[in-house]
């Protein structure tokens, strides 16, 4: 793959913390500027201030949901708001699976609650903690085809992987500080993390074995001196901090030295 587009901002004076794809859109939350950001082919087409913002995602019918602090914000693909869900967490990512069910991650409790269609509390997945099945500080969360739930807990430095109903079915490990994942529509897992000051994307093929078994995971090396094939795309890069991760167009929001670009990837 080749690099199409490098949307850069005009003052460093700014973090786009998450991004997600929906169509031929991409939506960039920024928490320096508070702004929720919507590019159509590259092109800036809306913007909305709407206070800190970490997290985005877009679900199946095009809505917006976006983190801010304690609070989940639900906005139409106009940007209208259209309802927020409040409560006393601390939300650094959110998924939403293929049911309509809605998972952020709380990095203060150390787990992730599950909300219903309705926004309504309906579990949680892990407590703080170190032991298998706990988590330190989860960032990054994403959700599969399939239905399941993958979460990064980055001071332990693993991915774990849970089924449809929550259980535990695997983890990936070896992962220094991952932060932002996301799957792609073929099971491709991407996970960004941090090395000194180096900054990566793992990439790891997924298959699904069925609800008992949960996925097998098997890393793909990418790296630019031996892509797999022509198709893949170089997805290491010696930047300051690499944020997030949003496989729709392959994107990935950072802040490199004294300009803050979002640099748009093909495949």
């Known amino acids: 793959g080749n690099s199409i587009a490098n949307i850069s901002y005009p003052t460093p004076a700014s973090i786009p913390q998450g991004v997600a794809s929906h169509g031929d859109k ?56 259209l309802d927020t869900i409040t409560q006393s967490l601390q939300i650094e990512d959110i998924a939403v699976s293929p049911d309509g069910r809605i998972f952020a991650t709380n990095y203060l409790n150390g787990n992730v609650t599950v909300f219903s269609p309705d926004y309504e ?7 703080l903690g170190i032991g298998v099945g706990d988590f330190d500080y989860p960032m990054g969360i994403a959700v599969n085809l399939q239905g399941y739930i993958f979460v990064a807990d980055h001071d332990l430095s693993r991915v774990q992987i849970y089924s449809p109903d929550l259980l535990l079915v695997g983890s990936i490990t070896g992962i220094l500080f991952p932060h932002g994942l996301e799957v792609d529509n073929t099971g491709r897992l991407y996970v960004t993390s941090t090395t000194g000051s180096t900054n990566n994307v793992t990439v790891w093929e997924t298959s699904d074995l069925g609800d008992n078994e949960g996925p097998s995971i098997t890393e793909v090396q990418i790296n630019p001196s031996s892509p797999i094939s022509d198709e893949d795309v170089v997805v290491s890069a010696m930047i300051t901090d690499l944020t997030g991760i949003d496989y729709a167009n392959l994107t990935y929001s950072y802040i490199g030295g004294n300009t803050t670009s979002l640099i748009m990837t093909s495949v």
């Open 121 to 127: 509390i309906i579990g949680g997945i892990g407590q």
């Open 26 to 81: 991409t939506y960039i939350v920024d928490a320096f500027t508070g702004n929720l950001s919507v590019y159509q082919n590259l092109v800036l087409i809306n913007s909305s201030l709407i206070s800190a913002t970490l997290g985005v995602t877009v679900d199946q019918d095009g809505k917006i949901y976006v983190t801010r602090g304690s609070y989940i914000d639900v906005y139409s693909p106009d940007l209208i708001l």
